[in-house]
């Protein structure tokens, strides 16, 4: 087909009284790999959702090459989903779970053998076919998961944190998954609130934040945007920064990278070398441990496409004075 496979147009989504997804657009080429990414509650799930016609959108159009997921049933057949959640019977060995799947997926009977073998090969899940999903490591249940969806020959994958919850080995293994489903032509739109991750999977990322794309665009082209010259800093401190602290980092540049506030990331210059900077805001009561100097990567760009997102609602938050007449 000539044009993109996925195509999201001016999408806004409520559910349980709440907008989690404003005004998003964003687009899929057949054979492409995107990634979203974001913090949870971004709204990633819900617009994987969408694609893969378990939801409507409140306002805006979603399709999949040319038709409406939600709507046309024949449409959601081609597309393979796999939800964050183990969607699998413990009991039934492997290939009895290929075969369920394969079934709901509207795979004829007399090619029900043929899918399973080739959903086994591509997963790399073959040693294990026989063996009863409930016994299962947690890595090996999640490239079944993967595998369930494949039972159709999707030419759309659709993957909600794939990597959720397992060690090295594990992810490394389903890593290979995805890169046998690229090297066969299948799109994937992965959603993962790992830069490292998407970095190793995807060609082009959008970022989500509080239900609005932030950035999107080609990972290499996006990349090339960090100013050369401009090393990210990130400082860990010896506990979570104050108000006053907080209020320092932020007009340094710096950004929370982590939940627990204590660490904290910026590529903007400082005119300091890391001993200087270390030493500055020491004297000005940050409880700085260190200060690394790392090259900017993909979470550099997410947080600076955030910075001036978080300074507009920080200004419009914030109480103004009323002036009197004298």
Do not use: C
């Amino acid at each position: 087909m000539t044009g993109p496979l996925v195509q999201i147009a001016g999408v806004s989504l409520d559910l349980g009284g709440r907008r989690v997804l404003e005004q998003v657009d964003i687009g899929l080429d057949p054979a492409e790999t995107l990634a979203l990414l974001g913090p949870n509650g971004a709204g990633k799930s819900s617009l994987m959702r969408l694609v893969a016609g378990r939801l409507a959108p409140g306002a805006g159009t979603v399709r999949v090459a040319g038709a409406d997921p939600y709507r046309e049933g024949g449409v959601r057949r081609g597309i393979g989903w796999v939800p964050q959640e183990i969607a699998l019977y413990p009991r039934l060995t492997v290939a009895e779970n290929l075969g369920i799947f394969g079934q709901l997926a509207g795979v004829r009977r007399r090619d029900r053998r043929g899918a399973v073998a080739v959903a086994l090969e591509m997963a790399d899940i073959g040693d294990v076919a026989q063996s009863p999903v409930g016994t299962l490591s947690g890595g090996y249940r999640r490239r079944v998961n993967i595998a369930a969806s494949l039972m159709n020959r999707p030419g759309l994958v659709l993957l909600d944190e794939p990597t959720s919850g397992v060690d090295l080995a594990a992810r490394a293994a389903i890593h290979a998954v995805l890169d046998r489903l690229k090297a066969a032509g299948t799109a994937i739109l992965i959603a993962t609130h790992d830069f490292a991750e998407a970095e190793r999977l995807a060609s082009r990322v959008a970022f989500l934040a509080r239900g609005r794309i932030v950035r999107a665009g080609l990972l290499a082209d996006l990349l090339a945007q960090l100013r050369v010259g401009a090393p990210e800093r990130e400082l860990s401190l010896t506990r979570p920064a104050d108000g006053n602290a907080e209020a320092l980092l932020r007009r340094a540049g710096f950004a929370p990278a982590e939940p627990d506030g204590l660490v904290w990331r910026s590529i903007e210059r400082s005119g300091l070398d890391g001993a200087a900077l270390l030493g500055a805001l020491r004297a000005q009561g940050v409880p700085v441990a260190e200060v690394r100097v790392r090259t900017p990567r993909l979470e550099a760009l997410y947080l600076d496409a955030l910075r001036p997102r978080e300074v507009a609602e920080r200004e419009a938050s914030a109480p103004r004075r009323v002036g009197t007449a004298g």
